[in-house]
């Protein structure tokens, strides 16, 4: 099973407004219970591609791509910094559910927690991408030093 998906460029930032990472590419695919996700990222006009890889049991799809695109971002953090996956759920919302990503930030001073969340659409992959964009994002936009 192969699956991939290229989400729509994300808008210009307006002016004095922090800049976002931008999603590119996501992919999933899966052989023999494990899996391999692929994230590819863009920030400035800078691409960078983030990869994991394991067993799918129980949310390992969701997990990898979340670890994949934290790998991903961890090419644009300056030394020092580093994100970690504290946790992930998933909430029923009337007839819908959303998934919420829980991120931890470090420097070697402190720790910061990150919360992120997505509605599952058609695709819960690009959910959990964009849940954890939006708690990188969070981030970025509080520390506007910590990416290259």
Do not use: C
Not at 62 to 91: C, F, H, K, M, N
Not at 93 to 107: K, M
């Amino acid at each position: 099973l192969q699956g991939s998906n290229s989400p729509a460029a994300g808008a210009a930032p307006m002016a004095g407004e922090a800049r976002r990472l931008i999603i590119r590419r996501i992919e999933l695919g899966v052989a023999d219970s494990r899996g391999r996700a692929t994230v590819e990222l863009e920030h400035d006009g800078r691409r960078v591609t983030g990869n994991a890889e394991g067993p799918l049991l129980g949310s390992g799809g969701l997990r990898l791509l979340v670890e994949a695109t934290l790998s991903a971002v961890r090419q644009y953090l300056v030394p020092g910094w580093d994100l970690a996956l504290e946790e992930i759920t998933r909430t029923q919302i009337g007839g819908s559910e959303a998934l919420t990503i829980l991120l931890v930030s470090g420097t070697p001073t402190k720790e910061e927690h990150l919360l992120g969340s997505a509605l599952f659409t058609a695709d819960p992959h690009e959910a959990a991408v964009r849940a954890t964009m939006k708690a990188v994002n969070r981030m970025l936009n509080r520390h506007p030093g910590v990416t290259e």
